[in-house]
């Protein structure tokens, strides 16, 4: 009788993973799907197809000399929607079990909860008094995609998590559309504490917040870090080139892959920049060698 309602549940969750991920395809303006084999299905295992990166010239005072930004070539697949035979929802993003550090996944866990405790009731900024809950960060530790956003909205502050509220579901979808689920990522920001009116954070805030974004980076060790929105894009690579000139390739600094990508609350206001931003998890997915469905 358990059986049957393991069962249950699973088909339950097979079909709402499923309907997530159609619905975020629908809305990158996907007409079709493919029921065949898909053009992509070969992921990175076979030809890892991400446009090989040439080194970019460096742009005079974007870039500290230590950093090398690559730029990919564009990538030219249309968006096309495929779907395996095999439908596999949740790929899953399991590494092996103790990392080059000779840390697992506990350990790294357990490196997390020290940090959030060594940030207490933080007041190393401005940005303390008028929040609610510090929004330090949820997800899978030991994961390889790790997504970083701006700073918490009025529901993230309210909750304390990260991507909660209508931008928080599209995320859902997305990460959705990529075959996972929010436990088999992490999900962090810049900043930890939500500004005033949801202002930008100002340079002394990050200056103050952005060593923990950095320790979480350097305890996760993520294989691919995607940069949310024009924010997290500038802190990240340290630029102040525009997003669309960001996204859609591949930057390596500091030995980490960094993919900017539009934030889900500007996919809300700007639909139509949808599928663009399907191009850029697409990129990721590769890079990850997950297989497009
Ligand atoms: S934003 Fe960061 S540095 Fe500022 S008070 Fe919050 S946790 Fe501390």
């Not at 103790?98 to 007041?123: F, H």
């Not at 930890?192 to 340079?203: A, G, I, S, T």
Request: hydrophobic content about 35%.
């Amino acid at each position: 009788m358990k059986a049957k309602t393991d069962l249950g549940k699973e088909i339950l969750d097979i079909v709402k993973d499923t309907k997530e991920y159609l619905l975020f395809l629908k809305e990158t303006g996907v007409a079709e799907v493919f029921t065949e084999e898909p053009p992509m299905s070969q992921g990175l295992t076979k030809g890892h197809e991400n446009p090989v990166c040439h080194p970019e010239p460096k742009a005079k005072g974007l870039m500290p000399r230590e950093n090398q930004i690559l730029r990919c070539a564009q990538n030219d697949s249309k968006v096309a929607g495929v779907f395996s035979d095999e439908l596999s929802m949740n790929q899953g993003l399991t590494r092996d079990a103790v990392d080059r550090r000779g840390l697992t996944p506990s350990d790294k866990s357990r490196r997390l909860e020290d940090l959030r405790a060594k940030i207490g009731e933080c007041k190393r900024c401005k940005l303390w008094n008028g929040r609610t809950n510090i929004v330090f960060g949820t997800g899978n530790p030991d994961t390889r995609l790790l997504f970083v956003g701006e700073g918490p909205g009025e529901e993230e502050d309210r909750q304390g998590k990260p991507f909660v509220g209508r931008a928080g579901e599209l995320l859902t979808k997305m990460i959705g559309a990529m075959g996972l689920v929010r436990d088999d990522v992490y999900i962090a920001n810049v900043i930890k504490c939500r500004p005033p009116q949801n202002r930008n954070p100002e340079e002394d805030e990050i200056s103050a917040c952005k060593p923990f974004l950095e320790e979480q980076i350097e305890i996760i060790q993520p294989q691919v870090i995607c940069a949310l929105g024009t924010f997290a894009a500038h802190t990240l690579l340290e630029t102040e080139v525009k997003i669309s000139g960001l996204r859609g390739k591949i930057h390596v600094k500091d030995n980490y892959r960094i993919v900017p990508t539009f934030h889900p609350a500007y996919l809300l206001r700007n639909a139509g920049q949808k599928h663009l931003a399907w191009e850029d998890l697409q990129i990721i997915m590769k890079e990850l060698g997950l297989k497009n469905m």
